[in-house]
């Protein structure tokens, strides 16, 4: 009964936002509408695609790290993906952006697992704190990009790095769309192996399970879905922190139930706030922000409430 409203609830919230926005479409004449098929549609689908990697990839890497306050945005992986962007744009145009993105977010993610690991294991506190000096590091570098690009093209970059679907049309969809869907289909079949990630790795690998492959295979799928999702949308933080945690509130937190339900929920609460961003004001303001806005509170509450809990420092 509880999933049966869950998936009531994100479905009509994705199906409402097609026709919620500043120029009103009421069905059924909405229907034939060039605003509803060529702006709204694709902007809806790609929101509810990166909604749904961004969710899927923050439950993933909350379960590999053993640590409920990571997500691929303070992880760096986001900062990655928006180096990666940023290169491709600027110096290497024969690179395709998402590969960049890709790359990049890949090997943001190991280095900062890389700073945090210690003979002891990989704490809590050391991995945000590496999240967090890998992020402004490669933050600095795509400032120093931004710095060095064409005035002209500065405002679209700028727009981009907040976080935006404003200029989200049926091409960002077909490029984007193919690798975000092979990111979580990854991730959805390893949903039973994050289980046993989650596990110590001495258990782990009792358990015969080879912890450094698997991981791997965990960050790469992440890493494209995330990739992708900046290529597309840019810098949309704090959504893979908040959505599984409102999921393991609601269903428990198996991550065979924990990933598919994360993709649903995190395809409808970014809609959502897309929706809620382009409505409220004439100016399309962009969802990055208001995530944002959302976001530094609930890690605020969840740091308090794990303090000291289950998933402490190694």
Not at 22 to 35: D, T
Not at 215 to 233: D, F, P, Q
Request: with cysteine; hydrophobic share 55%.
């Amino acid at each position: 009964m509880r999933r049966a409203v869950f998936l009531f609830i994100c479905v009509s919230i994705l199906l409402a936002a097609f026709f919620i926005g500043p120029s009103g479409i009421l069905p059924p004449k909405g229907f034939s509408s060039p605003i509803l098929w060529e702006i709204r549609a694709p902007r809806v689908i790609l929101a509810a695609l990166c909604g749904a990697t961004l969710s899927a990839s923050g439950a993933a890497l909350q379960a590999v790290f053993h640590n409920p306050l990571v997500d691929p945005y303070l992880l760096g992986l986001s900062a990655g993906g928006a180096l990666g962007c940023a290169l491709s744009v600027a110096f290497f145009p024969f690179i395709p952006v998402p590969l960049a993105a890709f790359v990049c977010s890949y090997l943001s993610a190991f280095l900062t697992y890389a700073l945090a690991r210690t003979q002891e294991g990989t704490g809590r506190l050391a991995l945000i704190l590496s999240g967090v000096v890998v992020s402004a590091f490669l933050t600095a570098i795509v400032s120093l990009i931004k710095f060095l690009l064409d005035p002209h093209r500065l405002t679209e970059v700028v727009l981009w790095l907040m976080g935006s679907f404003a200029l989200s049309r049926w091409e960002e969809v077909k490029a984007t769309a193919p690798l975000i869907l092979i990111g979580c289909f990854f991730l959805f079949l390893l949903r039973y192996r994050l289980n046993v990630l989650s596990l110590s790795e001495e258990e782990a690998k009792v358990l015969g399970v080879s912890v450094g492959k698997e991981r791997a295979l965990v960050i790469g799928a992440v890493a494209l879905g995330v990739g992708a999702s900046v290529a597309a949308a840019g810098v949309i933080g704090w959504v893979g922190l908040m959505v599984p945690h409102l999921v393991r509130l609601c269903l428990g937190p198996e991550n065979q139930r924990l990933i598919p339900y994360s993709m649903i929920a995190g395809a409808a609460i970014l809609v959502a706030a897309d929706t809620l961003a382009r409505s409220l004001t004439t100016l399309d303001l962009p969802v990055g922000i208001l995530t944002s806005l959302l976001g530094v509170p609930f890690f605020v509450y969840l740091l308090r409430q794990h303090r000291g809990a289950a998933w402490d420092d190694a």
